[in-house]
């Protein structure tokens, strides 16, 4: 495994965990929302073919020229898309692995975007979500002592910044009305939100990842990544 880049530990937690459910296959990659290639970009350097799909002229060339600068260039590649109107927009049954990292926040339809993800993927194929976790956030404005945003958060009130946020019931109903079965829930960044100038030591690193999987604190931490195949197949 590729080592972590030392800048995003949440980004790295999620990388090291796709490369978990990877293995050492060489898949095909659809990265809904993916930008400037956060997570292309590194997947790609595992051999992978990963194709981006955003709304931003200007994220896909920003992808397109740190794609190149990684030597990765042949194996990425960007077009623009509606990530609200998916129909006609990505392929049926053909891809091994999606991404939809922090675009379920902001979609008119969460689970129109996750039924266009779905009939993406292969039979054994699955999917990759992170979203912002609607718990963590209460949390946080709790120890900031701003009440009120608490409260209107826990109601699941929302911005233009913020977008929707969840909690793993939410998205687990979700994937499940799209025929999609959870094979894992991780909570991902708490010590980052709590102690972001201490989160990017090895020692932050390691307790991050076992807070990852507690069954209580995973649920306080700001984001989601949640894994989920076709129901029926897979473990």
Do not use: K, W
């Amino acid at each position: 495994m590729p080592a972590p880049t030392m800048t995003q530990p949440n980004d790295d937690a999620v990388l090291g965990a796709l490369r978990d459910v990877v293995g050492d296959r060489l898949v095909t990659v659809l990265d809904l929302g993916g930008g400037t290639g956060v997570y292309a970009v590194p997947i790609a350097r595992d051999g992978h073919r990963v194709e981006v799909l955003d709304q931003s002229n200007d994220a896909l060339a920003t992808l397109a020229r740190r794609a190149h600068d990684a030597g990765v260039g042949d194996r990425v590649s960007g077009r623009v898309a509606d990530l609200d109107d998916l129909a006609g927009s990505i392929p049926v049954s053909a891809v091994d692995l999606v991404l939809c990292h922090r675009v379920l926040e902001f979609v008119d339809d969460p689970a129109a975007t996750l039924a266009a993800a779905a009939g993406a993927l292969t039979a054994d194929g699955v999917i990759s979500i992170v979203a912002a976790n609607r718990p963590g956030a209460v949390l946080g404005r709790v120890i900031a002592g701003r009440y009120d945003e608490a409260a209107e958060t826990l109601d699941g009130a929302r911005s233009a910044q913020s977008g929707h946020r969840f909690d793993a019931a939410e998205l687990t109903r979700l994937l499940d009305s799209v025929g999609l079965a959870v094979r894992a829930v991780r909570g991902v960044g708490l010590i980052g939100a709590l102690n972001p100038s201490g989160a990017s030591t090895p020692q932050a690193r390691a307790l991050d990842e076992r807070l990852s999987t507690d069954p209580i604190l995973a649920q306080t931490a700001p984001l989601l990544h949640v894994i989920a195949g076709r129901a029926g197949h897979g473990s």
